[in-house]
């Protein structure tokens, strides 16, 4: 760009590469967006390091550019997050599913004929009277109504943040 191996010397000894690579960003954007502001490569961007000349107009795009970047990288985070809680969230509601099926398949006969009439009662609504009639479907809304009732009544399962904390406290030791 016109700048003599003297000043080159000079100016990578005497600057950091970072602050070069922003100047030379920043002459890269004014040869490209407004050149009229460079006369004279060279003589320009020499100046512009050895005295930190600052363009307002590159300022405010590579503003906008680093928070565009921001923007991208919280983006990316926050999508990544949602994506770990949903499959943590799947993963507690099968933990919750196998304790209640657990506690069911360990109930003898009497108790579960107990259940089954427990839970008969709650389904005394005219919704319920009209699907007797097809018994799978009743069958599957008692089923579904039998763990629902062991879950908040019968099983002691551990919190969401107890799960994941006890999930990453086995990762721990497992790695």
Same mark, same amino acid.
């Given at each position: 760009n016109g700048i003599s191996d003297i000043q080159l010397n000079?100016?990578?000894i005497k600057h950091d590469p970072d602050y070069l690579q922003d100047k030379l960003n920043q002459f890269e954007y004014?040869?490209?967006h407004n050149p009229k502001k460079v006369k004279g490569k060279g003589r320009y961007l020499y100046?512009?390091?050895?005295?930190?000349w600052i363009d307002d107009d590159y300022y405010d795009y590579a503003y906008k550019k680093s928070k565009e970047k921001e923007n991208e990288y919280n983006?990316?985070?926050?999508?990544k997050y949602n994506e770990e809680?949903?499959?943590l969230k799947l993963e507690y509601?099968?933990?919750? @599913?196998?304790?209640?099926?657990?506690?069911?398949?360990?109930? +003898?006969?009497? *108790?579960?004929k107990i259940l089954d009439e427990e839970i008969k009662k709650t389904m005394q609504s005219e919704f319920y009277k009209n699907i007797e009639n097809n018994e799978v479907i009743y069958n599957n809304l008692i089923l579904t109504k039998k763990? @629902?009732?062991i879950r908040n009544k019968c099983v002691?399962?551990? +919190?969401?943040? *107890?799960?994941?904390?006890?999930?990453k406290r086995v990762g721990r030791i497992a790695a």
């Open positions: 000079n100016i990578f004014l040869m490209k100046t512009s390091i050895i005295q930190n983006k990316a985070i926050n999508i809680t949903e499959t509601d099968k933990y919750t @599913e196998n304790e209640c099926s657990r506690y069911l398949n360990n109930l +003898s006969v009497e *108790e579960n763990l @629902e009732y002691v399962l551990n +919190s969401f943040d *107890e799960f994941i904390a006890q999930k």
